[in-house]
């Protein structure tokens, strides 16, 4: 470890690997480091042994720098706390250290977390600084299938957000046809004015309204199933006053076809007449 280099943490965290508390910093050059006092202490090595032993060697050494850590109280062996001065190794560095680490030499109970350090270690700490991943058991899957009362609640927002989702798709498909159904009936209506109408046939104004009245009835409709509702009720108009189209609604059939959409209309959702 250099004496020149000093590694200047922008992150800190406490890494839970099976039940040890690792150390572990992000330093300004953006990699992740991992005091090797807590490597040791979690796998029951000497830490001057492995200090050595990294020095000697030319990779790790070279990523094997002094680092200002906060550190909290040990009354177990009376090491104060506060911003202390450590021996971090880059966690990518971490599969070699443990390598050479010799497993005869290591008591029998240790073996069993040695091999899972080697396996799994390095990945843990590296994803602890990139996605939050603070330890390795158990699984948020396995947190979610449980019963617990913030599962419950977990599983409940997530399905009114889907359904929230859905609605938002179903009003914007509801929305689009409005406007393409709008741009068709002005054509519509362009060709027969072009046409004239006798004047036994309801006015521009009352033909307007009676439209109008249509359409609200149909977006209601459509809201309601999802399905494009006018042309049934064009169709349902036409069939009641034996008509083809709603200006040929005969004047003194205004109020009637009025009062029967107005009916229709408070029947989907009780709103005021038109």
Known sequence: MSDEIT?????????????????????????????????????????????????DHKILSEGYQGGNVLLPPSPEDGRGGGVQR????????????????????????IRPKLERFQAEAAKVLWEAFQEGRLTVDPSFSELLESDSPAAQAYRLARAMMELARNQLLLEARLDTFDDRFLEHEQRLEGIEAALGAPDRFVTPDQASQISQA????????SKQSGRNEYGGVYGE??????????????????????????????????????
């Open 7 to 55: 590694l200047t943490p922008v992150e800190q965290k406490t890494v839970n690997f099976y039940g040890d508390d690792l150390l572990a910093i992000r330093a300004e050059d953006g990699q992740v480091y991992v005091s090797l006092r807590h490597l040791c202490e979690a796998l029951g090595l000497a830490r001057q042994g492995q200090v050595r032993r990294i020095r």
């Open 86 to 109: 450590v021996g971090m190794l880059r966690v990518d560095l971490v599969p070699l250290w443990l390598s050479g680490v010799r497993v005869r030499a290591t008591k029998e109970e």
């Open 214 to 221: 249509v359409k609200t009835v149909a977006m209601k409709l």
């Open 237 to 274: 108009l036409y069939r009641k006053f034996g008509i083809t189209s709603y200006k040929q609604l005969p004047a003194a059939k205004f109020d009637e076809a009025m009062g029967w959409l107005n009916e229709w209309r408070e029947s989907v959702e009780g709103e005021v007449p038109f």
